[in-house]
T-cell receptor, first 116, second 114 residues
Framework: AQTVTQSQPEMSVQEAETVTLSCTYDTSESDYYLFWYKQPPSRQMILVIRQEAYKQQNATENRFSVNFQKAAKSFSLKISDSQLGDAAMYFCAYRSETDSNYQLIWGAGTKLIIKP | DSGVTQTPKHLITATGQRVTLRCSPRSGDLSVYWYQQSLDQGLQFLIQYYNGEERAKGNILERFSAQQFPDLHSELNLSSLELGDSALYFC?????????????FGPGTRLTVL
């Protein structure tokens, strides 16, 4: 069974600096999708970025980018120029392309604190 | 605002009771997903419906059931409630049936079982 691990329960960064959140996963599949979701204090879940495993190019969305290392099964999220509004729980999630159950497997989350 | 609505926002009930959580997906979305998030934990996928049919099942207890109606709104029924069922229950919707489709989350229903 696939698993997703976020080894950093909490991270803090100075405003305007860069921070990287780690995510590793375990799978025997070659085709899958990976996601980062953000959950601010409002508890709303917001999709930040997604990556298809077959794509070698790392996904980027404005200040958010990923470092996808397929062989190492690593999917880290880099937030550049951190802003106070980035403070939230960040969840990494995995979805199988081949499993007809289409489940999203979630990590435990990393709490990101932004210091003004 | 994601366009997904959930009612009620908060629900307080006693052990052994039954409650119904309601979700209305974004206009045009055919899939509805239900998730449970216990305190300080990640999300647990419960169940997915696509256009009225059950599409995928996760870690949903037998005491829980769901359905999606012809107007595409969905209800999650929780019965014989236990203290451990206290959690935030999210509904999400997407256009298609695959999980690749971006899921838009509702604001959640906070259930407290006393």
């Amino acid at each position: 069974a696939q698993t997703v691990t976020q080894s950093q329960p909490e991270m803090s960064v100075q405003e305007a600096e860069t921070v990287t959140l780690s995510c590793t996963y375990d799978t025997s599949e070659s085709d899958y999708y990976l996601f980062w979701y953000k959950q601010p204090p409002s508890r709303q879940m917001i999709l930040v970025i997604r990556q298809e495993a077959y794509k070698q190019q790392n996904a980027t969305e404005n200040r958010f980018s990923v470092n996808f290392q397929k062989a190492a099964k690593s999917f880290s999220l880099k937030i550049s120029d951190s802003q106070l509004g980035d403070a939230a729980m960040y969840f990494c999630a995995y979805r199988s392309e081949t499993d007809s159950n289409y489940q999203l497997i979630w990590g435990a989350g990393t709490k990101l604190i932004i210091k003004p | 605002d994601s366009g997904v609505t959930q009612t009620p926002k908060h629900l307080i009930t006693a052990t052994g009771q039954r409650v119904t959580l309601r979700c209305s997906p974004r206009s045009g979305d055919l899939s509805v997903y239900w998730y449970q998030q216990s305190l300080d934990q990640g999300l647990q996928f419960l169940i997915q419906y696509y256009n009225g049919e059950e599409r995928a099942k996760g870690n949903i207890l037998e005491r829980f059931s769901a359905q999606q109606f012809p107007d595409l709104h969905s209800e999650l029924n929780l019965s014989s409630l236990e203290l451990g069922d206290s959690a935030l229950y999210f509904c999400a919707s997407s256009v298609g049936s695959g999980f690749y489709n971006e899921q838009f989350f509702g604001p959640g229903t906070r259930l407290t079982v006393l």
